[in-house]
């Protein structure tokens, strides 16, 4: 299926179109006085100007649907079996998660939260999984790298406004 990542382009199809209507019948009452005087009834073609005509119309028409950026989503379904289970298992784990800890998360149980949420994502990985924890409040600053398992945690709120941004980018 055919989507587009800026439908809303479309739009400007509208106003072309309508511009060149105008100004196709301005111009068709021009060229017909032009040619009664130039060419004679019998060797009149207007082929050839509808053939003109309808390519500057597919010409606009093509310019709009690629100013929409049209491309095709491929979703490939394939089962799971249990043997694909079993070796992602076996596949160590690198997590990295960030924390904000700016003055928003003094309101309220926010921090307790997020630090209960810490230690128990935690502790569903084994001790060959990494993790990497990065809090971020002003500034973002890698506080943890390594195994689940020696990982102790105290948060503290109350630092300068969130740099989310910044710790995206250091992640």
Request: charged share 25%.
């Given at each position: 299926m055919?989507?587009?990542e800026?439908?809303?382009y479309?739009?400007?199809?509208i ?10 019948a301005y ?6 006085k032009?040619?009664?005087i130039?060419i ?9 100007r ?11 028409l093509?310019l709009?649907?690629?100013l929409c950026q ?6 490939e ?5 249990i ?7 076996k ?16 309101y309220?149980?926010?921090?307790r939260?997020a ?20 809090f971020f ?8 790298e390594g195994?689940?398992?020696?990982f ?9 406004y969130?740099?989310?941004?910044d ?5």
């Amino acid at each position: 299926m055919i989507k587009f990542e800026r439908p809303e382009y479309i739009l400007f199809l509208i106003p072309a179109l309508v511009a060149y209507s105008v100004l196709l019948a301005y111009t068709r009452r021009n060229y017909f006085k032009l040619c009664r005087i130039l060419i004679p009834v019998k060797k009149r073609g207007s082929w050839v100007r509808n053939l003109v005509v309808f390519s500057k119309l597919l010409l606009l028409l093509l310019l709009a649907a690629s100013l929409c950026q049209p491309y095709m989503e491929k979703i490939e379904k394939r089962p799971i079996e249990i043997g694909d289970l079993e070796a992602m298992k076996k596949v160590p784990a690198l997590i990295m998660l960030l924390i904000d800890v700016s003055k928003s998360m003094e309101y309220g149980n926010r921090i307790r939260e997020a630090e209960a949420f810490m230690l128990n994502l935690f502790s569903q990985f084994g001790d060959e999984d990494q993790i990497a924890v990065v809090f971020f409040a002003g500034e973002a600053e890698i506080v943890y790298e390594g195994p689940p398992s020696n990982f102790t945690v105290d948060l503290k709120a109350g630092k300068r406004y969130s740099a989310i941004g910044d710790a995206l980018s250091l992640a």
